[in-house]
């Protein structure tokens, strides 16, 4: 799936089984409830937290697609095209980034 068929998939998910968006101030705190949860995980799994019971049946990819489908939704209801807006932000990066990690003695 492209990111333009994901935004596609998703806007008709939501006028269809979700009825309709949250406005883009719930969408957003509800974003970042999603990257909290995303956070507990990768602080356990990966971090020096341990585990709960109630953390041991979570999906890390499940709770990523999560924060990709709520960036989603906040990305229509603001008329972004996530495609373009990515295309265009790896172009800075390249630019800005071209020898500054080749030339980083910490990632060598």
Known sequence: M??????QTVDQWIKTTGIRYFNELTNTAILMEE???VARIMSRKYGEQSF????LSVDLGDEMADVLFVLICLANQTG????SA???NLLKKTKRDAE????NKKLQ
Request: hydrophobic share 25%.
């Open 35 to 37: 990257v909290g949860e």
């Open 52 to 55: 709960k019971k109630s953390d």
């Open 100 to 103: 500054r990690h080749k030339n």
């Open 86 to 88: 990515m295309e265009k």
């Open 80 to 83: 972004i095209d996530l495609t």
């Open 2 to 7: 492209t990111i333009k068929e994901a935004q």
